[in-house]
């Protein structure tokens, strides 16, 4: 009777074996994840440009945390939403993501799109933001921004703005500015900061309307600041006033973040979540923000979908209201 025991308990710890060495192994393919190959980001920014240099950065500290080069490819085009289009196509394999500019969550509100900002991607982190404000050449006759708005009520479509894009953050800052003041100007769209800075200082614009990738241009002397769409004053300029302080309850809110396709594995977007977190926080990624009014933009994957579908939600009113898109 005592040996069928003995084979049984032979039997047993021999599965018991299996089953220790199999635990490990499992543990180990759902909490850990490195890429097999470099990683792709589209980036529908110019090059050369403030969100270029801060992927370049961030991607150079993500590739050697997690062992493969990062590279950053520019996708400019639609309104800055090309780059997350490309990713329909892609494998959720943690390898080929897109820098996700705001407009992302406008853009399918006044446009036919082949996606859905809510379905078709997995949301990773929230990157950084733009400070948004007008800003003029230093020699300008404009030295308050009523100065502006009197020029563009005096003489309606005269002056020129310059902003990234149709539909971005500055055209819908100054669609509310030109509401609640009755002045009128003329948008000038450009691809990126660099074109639109080239133009300010060239005469082709008046003034920009847009994101602080002109604050070494202020703090050289060769620009003016006339006011800030920001809800508080900006401490580095605590001189300048808010659009709201003077009386146009206009704030520009234009973060941007990453994605990847729809379908990633958990165990990937927190790897990469954790990466960029990281690389973020690094000094040479902080202080090379804080010269254009930048800041680490920290959201993970759920806080970032969150504030994805409630945006998506709360800017259509705005969009009908500035005619960009129907009820």
Known sequence: MSKPVAVNRRRFATLAGAAALAAPTVARAQTSWKPDKPITIYNPFAAGGVTDVHMRLLGEIVGKTLGQQVIIDIKPGAAGTLA?????????????????????????????????????????????????????????????????????????????????????????????????????????????????????????????????QWAPFVDDGKCRILAFATEQRIPRYKDIPTMTELGVKVVG????????????????????????????ADPKVTEYLAKFIQVPWDKNPAEFRAFAEKYYVDVKPLLIKAGLAKS
């Open 84 to 212: 997350p289009a490309m990713l329909l196509n892609a494998k959720p394999d943690g390898q080929t993501l897109a820098v996700m500019s705001i407009n992302t969550l406008r853009y399918p509100h006044y446009q036919q799109t082949s996606w859905n900002p809510l379905t078709d991607f997995t949301y990773i982190t929230g990157l950084s933001g733009y400070t948004m404000g007008i800003v003029v050449r230093s020699d300008s006759p404009w030295k308050t921004f009523q100065d502006m708005i009197d020029a563009g009520k005096k003489d309606p479509d005269k002056y020129n703005y310059g902003t990234s894009g149709v539909g971005g953050t500055g055209q819908l800052m100054m669609i509310e500015v030109e509401q609640a003041t009755g002045a009128k100007f003329t948008h000038v769209p450009y691809k990126g900061g660099a074109e639109w800075m080239q133009a300010l200082m060239g005469g082709e614009i008046q003034f920009i309307a847009d994101a602080a």
């Open 253 to 280: 809110q234009s973060p941007y973040g990453l994605l990847g396709p729809k379908g990633m594995q958990p165990v990937v977007v927190d790897t990469l979540y954790q990466a960029f977190k990281q690389a973020s």
